[in-house]
């Protein structure tokens, strides 16, 4: 094991999380010839050459009546370093997505953890399936970040502790929280992350309201603008029709 330098050791807190749009082959255009092949077979293809705003009728048809598999003909990698609670959520959407995560076998975990801003709602009221987060007081938030930080010394400290003496880094990360960041690549398709936002994030125009947890929905935002930027007329047809995966 490489010795780590001293200054890497100290934890780091954060309240924001990362969002990179890495690589894609996402367009307007991969909807409407993979619809179109239906009824053009291999002329379908003449679309590539098109504006696709001249078929925005069509992809906004398609999303209306969600015939959803014209939406799944592209793809987008993002890499995404968030909490490992995030990841967690992030492990339920399985259809149409793929992982590959930061391996804390194989690497010294860093010493990065997350600690809720100030802007981040602390208290939930009401029951489950009915209940709403509302703002802290300033002594709740004081609290929130002085035990999260001084837990957060404390498992990092036994961590580099174990590894010291020689545990291996699969056994001695058991004690670290789920607060710690950790990075992955997430690759997904239009579809699969209509359906992500659809839970994962609250929305005016959304006609099946979600109660999406505040951490995940942030990543969810940030992987939208980039989306929305690849493929606007898709994004505009998903909020126009109650932001629906179709």
């Not at 909490?83 to 997505?97: A, L």
């Not at 498992?155 to 056994?171: H, I, S």
Request: with cysteine; proline share 5%; glycine share 6%.
């Amino acid at each position: 094991m490489t010795d780590t330098p001293a200054d890497d050791l100290k934890p780091s807190f954060l309240s924001d999380v990362t969002v990179e749009l890495v690589k894609h082959s996402a367009a307007d255009s991969d909807v409407l010839w993979a619809a179109r092949v239906s009824t053009a077979g291999e002329q379908s293809l003449d679309e590539l050459k098109k504006d696709p705003e001249r078929s925005k009728g069509l992809i906004n048809y398609l999303m209306r009546d969600r015939h959803g598999s014209p939406f799944e003909h592209n793809s987008m990698t993002f890499f995404i370093s968030a909490p490992i609670f995030v990841f967690r959520e992030f492990m339920r959407h399985r259809v149409g997505w793929s992982y590959n995560e930061e391996s804390g076998r194989y690497r010294e975990l860093q010493s990065v953890f997350y600690v809720p801003g100030p802007d981040r709602k602390l208290v939930q009221e009401g029951r489950p399936g009915k209940y709403v987060f509302v703002d802290g007081t300033e002594a709740q938030q004081e609290l929130v970040v002085r035990t999260m930080e001084d837990s957060y010394r404390q498992a990092y400290d036994a961590y580099q502790e174990m590894l010291a003496a020689g545990v291996a880094r699969e056994v001695a990360r058991a004690v670290l929280p789920v607060g710690l960041f950790s990075s992955m690549y997430a690759t997904c398709n239009a579809r699969s992350l209509m359906h992500f936002l659809g839970l994962r994030t609250q929305h005016e125009l959304a006609t099946v309201p979600s109660f999406p947890q505040r951490e995940i929905e942030m990543v969810g935002e940030k992987m939208e603008a980039e989306w929305a930027k690849l493929m606007p007329l898709t994004h505009a047809a998903f909020n126009a029709n109650g932001r629906v995966a179709p």
